[in-house]
């Protein structure tokens, strides 16, 4: 499928951290160096098949937890392999990359991998709240998004993407990421800034809402 799915908050992968996602069944390891430069790899390392997410990074390099194999990060190549480490590492030995995309809330994975052109921002402004994850699967939790959160009416503008419009509040937007055929995570983002008095409770509002979104598609699943 050859478009662009929001796969977690950009603050949840901070520099020298690798964070495990899951897309369409697609096992991803999600980290970022220590430049700042954030990649969407198969968490799988291509000598012996362990999940990169058991690793750690090491500046612009990503170690397996395995043999130790090292990748550059960016292109994924293998840069060291300690059991010869005077050999240089065949250019066809690094992990399945997938493009990338940060607009300033999500990381946005393609996961055709044919995409390295940058998608328009797909997220306005604003504070992203809690993603939550779902066993149910993207049409079921988006048919009750449809019939309305909190009261308010709720549009579609791709079967992925949702947005509740109120004239008196802030565009609410809602991202489905279909992490398999069966289970969904729902990101969601409050467009424009939250005063520090209110903050917390607003996050705390929308929690609690989006945790009966979930309740609801689970019981429907």
Do not use: K
Not at 54 to 59: A, D, I, Q
Not at 125 to 137: E, V, Y
């Amino acid at each position: 499928m050859n478009r662009w799915f929001a796969v977690t908050p950009s603050a949840a992968v901070p520099r020298g951290h690798i964070a495990h996602a899951q897309l369409l069944g697609q096992e991803l390891a999600l980290w970022r160096s220590a430049s700042g430069q954030l990649n969407a790899w198969e968490n799988r390392c291509p000598h012996r098949g362990v999940r990169l997410t058991l690793g750690s990074c090491s500046g612009e390099q990503l170690r397996c937890q395995y043999h130790a194999w090292r990748f550059a990060s960016g292109s994924g190549q293998c840069t060291l392999i300690p059991s010869h480490p005077g050999q240089v590492p065949a250019s066809t030995i690094h992990p399945a990359v997938f493009a990338v995309f940060e607009d300033g809330a999500f990381a946005w994975v393609n996961p055709t991998r044919e995409s390295d052109a940058r998608p328009p921002a797909l997220s306005p402004p604003g504070t992203p709240l809690r993603s939550i994850f779902t066993l149910a699967p993207v049409a079921t939790v988006r048919q009750i998004l449809r019939e309305g959160y909190a009261g308010q009416a709720v549009s579609l503008l791709d079967e992925f993407t949702l947005d509740v419009s109120n004239p008196d509040a802030a565009t609410l937007r809602f991202m489905l990421q279909p992490v398999t055929r069966a289970e969904t995570v729902i990101h969601a983002h409050l467009q424009g800034g939250l005063a520090a008095a209110e903050r917390l409770a607003v996050l705390r509002h929308h929690n609690w809402l989006l945790g009966a979104v979930r309740d609801r598609a689970e019981a429907a699943a």
